[in-house]
């Protein structure tokens, strides 16, 4: 298994882990093409951190993991981008109604974001193909080196609260701490800090 910086050719590969590893989630949700204007944006903002697995023997992709210091600068990239992804926006509204609602609440919430803590990278999306290999476990740890080597102070995320025992204490085996809790239109969601260093 080999961890190494994500490319522009791996987008299409990326899209299809995250389609597996997240079914039924609003981003999936969206759609292939707005999902493929996410992760290019998380390669094009240079303060991201966005790092793929891949096999070793025929490079499959296997997972990959993206995030950010100055995750504010993101947001307001990826909005800045807004017109570009109003195609990709309509249609998923088209096909699944039911989005609209989220796609209001998530503009507000980057637009009304509060203040990042300066020494911290925000950890947005992590996914492999598969379970049990040890490939999330690599990414993560890869990411939180990439952190602590751009002289950051500690890793935070969120995540689902209910019916996610599994994938919280994934993070808690790792290091993450227990921050808090809260809330998303219906999803409630814990927030996850690891100190590095």
């Known amino acids: 298994m080999t961890i190494r910086e994500m490319e522009t050719r791996d987008l299409d590969a990326v899209v299809e882990v995250h ?13 292939r093409p707005f999902l493929r204007a996410y992760y290019q944006a998380a390669l094009d903002y240079a303060p991201g951190i966005a790092l793929v697995s891949e096999d070793g023997s025929d490079r499959t992709l296997r997972g990959f993991v993206v995030g950010f210091r100055e995750p504010q600068g993101f947001y307001a990239l ?8 109003l195609p990709a926006i309509l249609v998923a509204v088209l096909r699944d109604p039911g989005l609209a ?12 974001q509060a203040a990042h803590p300066v020494d911290a990278a925000e950890l947005a999306s992590i996914g492999v193909d598969g379970q049990g290999r040890g490939v999330g ?3 993560l740890e890869a990411f939180c080196r990439r952190a602590a080597d751009a002289g950051l102070r500690q890793v935070v995320l969120t995540t689902d609260a209910e019916g996610n025992d599994g994938v919280r204490a994934f993070y808690e085996r790792r ?20 100190a590095l260093g």
């Open 78 to 85: 990826f909005s800045a981008r807004r017109r570009r992804l």
């Open 175 to 194: 290091g993450f701490v227990l921050d808090g809790v809260e809330v998303r239109g219906e999803r409630r969601l814990c927030r996850y800090v690891r």
């Open 137 to 139: 476990g690599e990414l």
């Open 101 to 112: 609602g989220g796609i209001l609440r998530n503009m507000r919430r980057v637009s009304d």
């Open 19 to 31: 389609r597996r590893a997240f079914p039924g989630f609003f981003l999936t949700r969206m759609g």
